[in-house]
């Protein structure tokens, strides 16, 4: 059925706004790796600047204060906060939060502001004193919408440390455009940032798609789509010719470049994607979606800051949240997205992850059964998957 697709499929016009968004902020998130800042503009008319943690020199406090004539705060994820001692944890986690891109932010200051120590101290593990805090350091939650929270998710967006400074700017004269392109740094509306999760999926398009046998599946395609970000794409592998009007056998595999492609025995990725193409092989016909969200959505370098932390005797979950992330940041939307632009309306999902099924149910798939994906340990993963069931409530 699916091989009747014209292979230069249709391109349904995304709606402009959302692409003018995603190249926005896109561009805004370039610019942060860089280390640059970014005008931030909110929707009561206030203008700041933002620049990361992770990619900036020294000089970045003092750099941020001589740009806006703004007092420099730092702001954090909730959840960093919170393993920082300085707010009670009261939100629940992601876990059944569909909000994509709310994730709570926190503003740090000190009396006569924080210094380039402090911040990174505050913001990196690595680089966190045990139990000192600056004195005076007072924490406040950041209200949507605000610099704060669209520094954070910048930040976590950019794939970077879920930390960024940010200051407002005082007595900008004229529009927020206007004083950007005076000071040459990119604008970005803190809105956008807030909505960029959700307007990147409108705008997923599959570019191309070519037969790949695959050993174990020979009848196999694979389909890109890509964003208008100019993102990463993600990898719609069809095995087989399976009816779109039935339930399709389905696995979402979230990238995994350690396990997938290196065969990292930490988890168990490697066996599960493998063993996702050869099942779906056996029972004639299926679809795996190669999600590009690597580390549960935290990034290849984080995780690998992950990696650390769980190497001092952290658990995977511990580990995220100790770097400010949610035990899982994953979004299913762009799977949602994929099956329905193949012409999939439902799914026998092959899994052990809960979340899945409840996310997947949610953007709209019917998930019509769960197919258990469990494979053994392997003498290094054990902790790991023991994790996954006792704190993350996987079914093994
Ligand atoms: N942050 C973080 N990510 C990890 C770690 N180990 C593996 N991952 C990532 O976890 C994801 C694994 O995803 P999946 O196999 O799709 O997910 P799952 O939640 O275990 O669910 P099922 O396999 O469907 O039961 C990949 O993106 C890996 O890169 C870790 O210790 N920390
Ligand atoms: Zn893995």
Redesign the pocket.
């Known amino acids: 059925m699916l091989a009747d697709l014209p292979s230069e499929p249709a391109q349904t016009p995304a709606q402009p706004i959302d692409e003018a968004v995603v190249r926005a902020v896109d561009r805004a998130l370039a610019a942060l790796r860089r280390g640059e800042e970014v005008v931030v503009a909110t929707a009561d008319g206030g203008v700041g600047a933002v620049v990361s943690v992770e990619s900036v020199p020294n000089d970045a406090v003092a750099r941020l204060k001589r740009l806006t004539g703004g007092e420099p705060m730092l702001a954090v994820t909730r959840r960093r906060a919170v393993v920082l001692g300085l707010i009670q944890d009261d939100r629940p986690g992601t876990a059944g939060d569909d909000r994509p891109g709310t994730a709570g932010a926190v503003m740090l200051a000190a009396p006569g502001g924080l210094t380039p120590e402090q911040i990174r101290a505050l913001a990196d593990p690595e680089h966190y004193p045990e139990g000192r805090l600056p004195p005076g350091l007072t924490a406040a939650p950041a209200e949507p919408g605000s610099f704060a929270a669209a520094a954070v998710e910048m930040a976590r967006l950019a794939r970077l440390l879920p930390a960024a400074i940010f200051a407002r700017a005082a007595g900008v004269q004229g529009t927020a455009a206007g004083w950007a392109g005076r000071i040459d740094r990119l604008l970005v509306g803190a809105r956008d940032v807030n909505d960029y999760r959700v307007h990147v999926v409108r705008t997923l398009r599959r570019v191309a798609d070519a037969r790949v046998p695959l050993s174990g599946a020979e009848n196999t395609r694979i389909y890109a789509f890509r964003p208008a970000d100019g993102g990463p794409e993600h990898l719609a592998i069809v095995i087989g010719e399976p009816a779109p009007d039935q339930p399709v056998l389905a696995r979402l595999h979230s990238e ?1 470049f ?2 997938d492609l290196l065969g ?1 025995l930490r ?1 168990d ?1 490697g066996d599960q994607l493998r063993g996702a193409i050869a099942e779906i092989a056996r029972q004639g016909s299926g679809v795996l979606l190669y999600l590009a969200q690597e580390g549960r959505g935290i990034g290849l370098v984080n995780k690998l800051r992950a990696y650390r932390i769980q190497d001092l005797g952290f658990d995977t979950v511990d580990a995220n949240e100790i770097l400010g992330f949610e035990a899982d940041e994953r979004v299913y939307l762009p799977a949602a997205e994929m099956l329905r632009q193949l012409g999939f309306s439902a799914v026998r999902l092959m899994t052990n992850n809960p979340e899945k099924l409840r996310q997947l149910a949610r953007c709209g798939i019917e998930v019509v059964e769960r197919v258990p994906h469990i494979f053994p340990a392997n003498g290094h993963n054990e902790a790991y998957l023991r994790t996954k069931a006792e704190r993350s409530g996987h079914m093994f």
């Open positions: 995994c350690t396990g990292s988890c990725c």
